[in-house]
């Protein structure tokens, strides 16, 4: 994707002393608040770097293992049509996963050192995917809630000051959005089915509603994060900036499928002009961050198996490329 010859990050030569670094850091500073992308061959402080790749990293495996509660449903979808729409849609997300690899990877590191993280618990992946898809409806909540809230963080992302990451999420976005309209769509089609399939739909609602908030990370004053982030703008919104956006615009979507969002003191509050809401568990969140998710463990070995697998895939698309593409080492 990236055609740039990249610097080897150890071929970088280093400042060589601290009034250098300072001034290496004031020029960067000035390029970010100038609103300028970093590129990959730029100078950059090391632990804007490091930050990247530990978002971006996360970012990509959430992508991955993200097809993992989809793929559940792909042989059982109730139509031809269905089952197209929702293969279609999970190959974007591995996709997205593949952009998103590849935007790390201009930071020096490499896919399997991440890939290596992610199987050994050092990198974490977002909490939603730690919650089983138990039937149908919770297809339409995944694309509907989970995706929506994906875009709502994701546009901003566009915006970030890594060049690379940028506009791997403009790509990413126009997917997102229709995976937004595929999920509400499917809630479309239950909440105005037979009872049971409304039903369905509203016991979806009640078990992705709140795991769909806690995707936006810690409240702010919780967040060792964000701060830097803005910083740098490598976030430019903040955790509860955007979630308060995500419950202002689905909270009419939900009214619009007559369900109800479980929450008793989800309220419009004429003044803030906003939805007022209820608390996050919190205790939940930290678990399932924690790697305590009601199917953590099957989703790292589903992750680990395919990879364990696909082994000879990656040796054989190496001895293909190495034969008829031979890279030629430069001294
Ligand atoms: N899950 O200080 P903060 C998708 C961790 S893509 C797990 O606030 P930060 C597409 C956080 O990493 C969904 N861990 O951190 C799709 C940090 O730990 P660390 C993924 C979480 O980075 C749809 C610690 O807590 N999207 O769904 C979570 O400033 C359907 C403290 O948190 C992205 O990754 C969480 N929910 O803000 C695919 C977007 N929240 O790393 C298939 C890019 C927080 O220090 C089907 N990422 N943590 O050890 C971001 O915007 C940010 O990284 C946040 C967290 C907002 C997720």
């Given at each position: 994707?990236?055609?740039?010859q990249l610097?080897?990050?150890?071929?970088?030569?280093a400042p060589t002393?601290?009034?250098?670094?300072a001034?290496?850091?004031e020029?960067?500073?000035?390029r970010?608040?100038?609103?300028?992308?970093?590129?990959?061959?730029d100078?950059?402080?090391?632990?804007y770097r490091?930050?990247?790749?530990?978002?971006?990293?996360?970012?990509?495996?959430?992508e991955?293992?993200?097809?993992?509660?989809?793929?559940n449903?792909?042989?059982?979808?109730?139509?031809?049509?269905r089952?197209?729409?929702?293969?279609?849609?999970?190959?974007?997300?591995?996709?997205?996963?593949?952009?998103?690899?590849?935007a790390?990877?201009t930071?020096?590191?490499?896919?399997?050192?991440?890939?290596?993280?992610?199987?050994?618990?050092?990198s974490?992946?977002?909490?939603?995917?730690?919650?089983p898809?138990?039937?149908?409806a919770d297809?339409?909540?995944i694309?509907?809630?989970v995706d929506?809230?994906a875009?709502?963080?994701?546009?901003?992302?566009?915006?970030t000051?890594?060049?690379?990451?940028?506009?791997?999420?403009?790509?990413?976005?126009?997917?997102?959005?229709?995976?937004?309209?595929?999920?509400?769509?499917?809630m479309?089609a239950?909440?105005?089915?037979?009872?049971?399939?409304?039903?369905?739909a509203?016991?979806?609602?009640n078990?992705?509603?709140?795991?769909?908030?806690?995707m936006?990370?810690?409240?702010?004053?919780n967040?060792?994060n964000?701060?830097?982030s803005?910083?740098?703008?490598?976030?430019r919104?903040?955790?509860d900036e955007?979630?308060?956006?995500?419950?202002?615009v689905?909270?009419?979507?939900?009214?619009?499928?007559?369900?109800?969002?479980?929450?008793?003191?989800l309220?419009?509050?004429?003044?803030r002009?906003?939805?007022?809401f209820?608390?996050?568990?919190?205790?939940?969140?930290?678990?399932?961050?924690?790697?305590?998710g009601?199917?953590?463990?099957?989703?790292?070995s589903?992750?680990?198996?395919a990879?364990?697998?696909?082994?000879?895939?990656?040796?054989?698309?190496?001895?293909?490329?190495?034969?008829?593409?031979?890279v030629k080492?430069?001294?």
């Amino acid at each position: 994707m990236y055609t740039t010859q990249l610097q080897k990050h150890d071929d970088k030569p280093a400042p060589t002393g601290s009034a250098e670094t300072a001034e290496l850091t004031e020029a960067f500073e000035a390029r970010i608040a100038a609103d300028e992308f970093i590129e990959p061959n730029d100078w950059m402080p090391e632990a804007y770097r490091r930050t990247l790749i530990r978002q971006i990293s996360q970012h990509a495996h959430s992508e991955v293992v993200g097809m993992l509660p989809e793929g559940n449903w792909l042989t059982r979808a109730p139509s031809l049509r269905r089952k197209a729409v929702l293969l279609a849609k999970i190959q974007d997300e591995g996709g997205h996963g593949l952009y998103l690899y590849s935007a790390a990877e201009t930071l020096g590191i490499s896919r399997e050192e991440m890939v290596e993280a992610l199987h050994t618990g050092r990198s974490k992946y977002s909490t939603i995917f730690n919650y089983p898809t138990q039937n149908w409806a919770d297809i339409g909540a995944i694309g509907w809630l989970v995706d929506g809230a994906a875009i709502m963080n994701q546009v901003p992302l566009q915006r970030t000051s890594y060049g690379p990451y940028a506009r791997a999420m403009v790509r990413v976005c126009k997917e997102e959005s229709f995976h937004q309209r595929q999920g509400y769509e499917i809630m479309m089609a239950m909440a105005n089915g037979t009872p049971e399939q409304k039903e369905m739909a509203q016991d979806s609602l009640n078990r992705w509603w709140w795991p769909s908030l806690m995707m936006f990370g810690p409240t702010d004053d919780n967040s060792p994060n964000t701060a830097q982030s803005m910083r740098w703008r490598i976030k430019r919104e903040t955790n509860d900036e955007i979630r308060q956006r995500f419950v202002d615009v689905t909270v009419p979507q939900a009214e619009a499928l007559d369900l109800k969002i479980p929450d008793s003191a989800l309220k419009w509050n004429k003044d803030r002009e906003h939805y007022d809401f209820g608390e996050i568990n919190w205790s939940e969140f930290w678990s399932v961050v924690k790697g305590e998710g009601p199917v953590a463990k099957e989703r790292i070995s589903a992750r680990t198996n395919a990879w364990e697998n696909g082994a000879w895939v990656r040796e054989a698309a190496a001895a293909h490329a190495a034969r008829h593409n031979p890279v030629k080492k430069v001294a």
